[in-house]
């Protein structure tokens, strides 16, 4: 495999393994969102309908990217979650919020 080939390929895997992630996460948060809203707030018809359709969207995107891979016959990268804080030094440092191993 030439280097640009082999770049292009990585270039593809990290970017569609993002998106498989966000689309996930976005997916399942709307989803409890959702749901809170039902709850709390069952008569805003307008605002329920709003979120259904995002959070549908959303996991229609998550399978598109799925079958991506399926498609590629490979597994996404695993993908999490860091912030950049700064502490009370005044120094950067990473941290950890969370991952997904797919
Ligand atoms: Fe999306």
Known sequence: MSPG???RD??????????LYNEF?????????????????????????V????AADERK???????YFQKEGRMPLRVDLVAMDVGGDGRPSLRHHRGIGL
Do not use: C, N
Not at 32 to 42: G, N
Not at 51 to 54: F, G, R, T, Y
């Open 51 to 54: 979120i259904a359709k995002h």
């Open 25 to 49: 996460t976005g997916w399942q948060g709307l989803e409890r969102l959702l749901d809170a809203v039902k709850t709390k707030m069952p008569g805003e018809h307008e605002f329920i309908a």
């Open 5 to 7: 080939r082999a770049f």
């Open 10 to 19: 990585r270039f593809y895997h990290v970017v569609a393994s993002v998106y």
């Open 61 to 67: 995107h998550y399978f598109l990217f799925r079958k």
